[in-house]
């Protein structure tokens, strides 16, 4: 077992080298600007853009090989806080939110919001109570970290098993949207597509494990940066002369159409038309405790160089995806804007050129019984309203691909970031079993990169033949998190008294309640929705816990030690300094 | 490295400096949205008031709040010897 150097050394070239990277991507995107204008026909148009991210992710996960178990695990702790900061964003969003986002601000207008503000409540919540803490103790994992705070082998078992239900659910999410938005790039027939996906995501993993992850996630969340902002930047720059949309409000007041239409939908403004106040809160605290509990962000955070690191990492975080929020609300006003002032009053059989090419691409819908059309008789794929925006907009073809690339790559580094979450849970915490830093590093290797195989082809399978809506199975990730794994990590810290079979009775508690909500609400239709069960799920698992805490014996005087020195910065990591200790205990043995 | 004396006190100092960290930005979270229907009948630079403070407001302020936490905490570390090394 090798432990990592106790020297992080950051290359201090990293910014030359992603600054190479951004400048090949727009390299790329020029290129097929300029040769759409040459008239390059539009499968090569798509090929080029698809081609050419893979390419690029391809050449960087090689770039970034490793063979070094600390390497494979947590990215040998080397990756700055900025770049780190950059892999939480795409991370938490992923393709399904970044698809989804505009349309639902489209739809929904300002109910919407309780998704961005749960998710930026969990991030606040993730980097006080959380993260520098798991930084700290430098487990890789959940169940790594559960299995050395409370000293129990079992528990690191069970944990391992919980954790896997909502990782599975967002992979999952995350696969169908690349699927989705792969099939808008390519011609390929679905299967062949998965099978296509899942090569990327195996070279990505097996190369270089966290590492070649971490470095790639860093390209794909500027890739989703540039291809997400630019575009949505164009119409309004081109046509309002509003040079940053995030910061407005549309071109005129956010009001439904005029009085001569029918009311089609509500006003964007208008608040909790589509949900509750009530609900609009609680579902903030549900997705903010799904957020704060998100195993993958977990594993994202193990590859900082310290806690400090840690904490600004959380922040950089925070600032991107505050980005990226606001360019999502400002996407749904504008599209309203641009439908109604395109569309709606108009008769049926004057509609612009642009709606036949979004009903060609089965990305719209346009009911045209009416003799004028209204808001409400046009209708829009929700996943599909970015580059939607784009085509009314009547930008270049070659952006409306980038937008998709976008989503793309989004979605890739989200599902491989869970990807590697779920192979390390199960190579190290199931299969290499709770002594695994004892195992030797080159059957550690081959079991890690099988785990990374077998769980990317699983999952492709799984999301291709899965029906349903990847944003509804995000969002039982998210709640299934909340009430299973957040509850526990927050009383881990905070409250020396609680014990391993405490942990255990929370997990087991949390998730039961959450199940059997999701459940109840979304198939038998009563209770709450099924988003919403970390509601409950939350409180069952923390009153477990405490109880179940009460009535055992307290934590020993080893694991009291350890929660102190884990409330503290300074010092070891707890991780590394264990497994010392159990190398030398058994060299020891062997000697005597 | 920390004194073994220092801990509790760093330890009291921390959850003081977490709590100052937590609780405005909490509170504001989860009392806002009840406002912001009254709130959204004004409007600041064009945008409805309730819709503009829970869209563009709870962004910058989570960012204000982690980055003063960080560097809060980190002063607070060194105040105490709880830093990390290097």
Known sequence: MSLTPSRHLVNPLLGVYFGIFA????GIVLMALMLEQLGLEDHLLRGLISGGLVALLAGLALATRSNAIFELLYAGRRVPAVFTGLTLAVTLLGGTMVAALPGLFYLMGFDALFLTVGMTTGLVVFAILIAPYIRKSGAYSVPAYLGLRFASPMLRVVAAAIASVP????????????????SWLTELSPLV??????????????????????????????????????PAKINPVVNRQLPAPQLSNGPTPLTAPPCEFPPATRRFATAFSNIGQGAFVLSILAVMAGVAGQPTLISRIAATPGVYATRKSVAWAICMIGLVFLTMSAAGVFLRETIMSDIAGLPAGQLPSWVASLVSREWASVDTGTARLALSSFAIRRDAALPVLAVANEVPTALVYTIIMGVLAAALAAAATGLATLGTILSEDVVNGPQSELVVDGVRRTVLRLAFVALTFFAGWMALVTPGDPLEFLLWSLTLS????FPVLLLSIWWKRCNGWGAMLGLLAGFAV??????SGEFAGFGLA?????????????????????LTPPPGRHVLELVRDLRVPGGDTLYDREVRQVLVERRRQMGG | MIERKERRPYWRHTKWQMVASLLPFLLVVLV?????????????????WGYFLLAHGVGVLALITVAS?????????????????G
């Open chain 1, 23 to 26: 400048s090949l991507l727009i």
């Open chain 1, 167 to 182: 990782l599975l659910l967002l992979i999952v999410a995350e696969l169908k949207v690349a699927l989705m938005a792969g």
């Open chain 1, 193 to 230: 597509l998965t099978i296509a996906l899942s090569l990327v995501l195996v070279l990505v993993l097996v190369s270089g494990g966290m590492r070649s992850l971490s470095w790639t996630s860093a390209a794909q969340a500027i890739v989703m940066l540039l291809a997400v902002l630019i």
């Open chain 1, 482 to 485: 909340g009430s299973t794994i």
């Open chain 1, 514 to 519: 959450a199940l059997v909500s999701i459940l």
């Open chain 1, 530 to 550: 099924g988003p919403m069960a970390a509601v409950v799920g939350a409180p069952a698992a923390l009153i477990a816990m405490g109880v179940g805490s009460l």
């Open chain 2, 32 to 48: 806002l949205p009840f406002y912001a229907d009254q709130l959204n009948s004004t409007r600041v630079l064009g945008f409805p």
């Open chain 2, 69 to 85: 936490f960080a560097n809060r905490q980190d002063v607070i570390d060194r105040w105490h010897g709880a830093h990390e090394d």
